[in-house]
């Protein structure tokens, strides 16, 4: 049974860094895309991350994070990184990690497996 289990989450200022793992047990990650959302109460989830499973191959960003956010992989330990820089209030959200399907790498659709998901809240 695929899992996927983020961790890193946490209460932070704005300005600070963070830094997301997700792992994933039980299925095969090193040739899947990963991609990470987030979804703050009552908005719908967005996304915020998509990395190939060639690491360095293929990236992208939304548009609220370019600039400030890194994903990045570790195919040997079945885990992708988000590293989050600068953060701002309007980060604040539940952040998922996922497993990509192959296409639409910027909607949930696009996903097979999901994660829990862990709280960033960014206070001003």
């Known amino acids: 049974q695929t899992q996927l289990v983020e961790s890193g989450g946490g209460l932070v200022q704005a300005g600070d860094s963070l830094t997301l793992s997700c792992v994933l047990s039980g299925g095969t990650f090193s040739t899947y895309g990963m991609g990470w959302f987030r979804q703050a109460p009552e908005k719908e989830r967005e996304f915020v991350a998509y990395?190939?499973?060639?690491?360095?191959?293929?990236?992208i960003y939304g548009d609220a994070v370019k600039g400030r956010f890194t994903v990045t992989r570790d195919n040997a330990k079945n885990t992708v990184f988000l590293q989050m820089h600068g953060l701002k209030p309007e980060d604040t959200a539940t952040y998922y990690c996922?497993?990509?399907?192959?296409?639409?790498?910027?909607?949930?659709?696009?996903?097979?497996?999901w994660g829990q998901g862990t709280q960033v809240t960014v206070s001003s």
């Open positions: 996922a497993r990509s399907q192959g296409s639409y790498y910027t909607i949930p659709n696009g996903y097979d497996y």
């Open positions: 990395i190939s499973w060639r690491g360095g191959e293929r990236t």
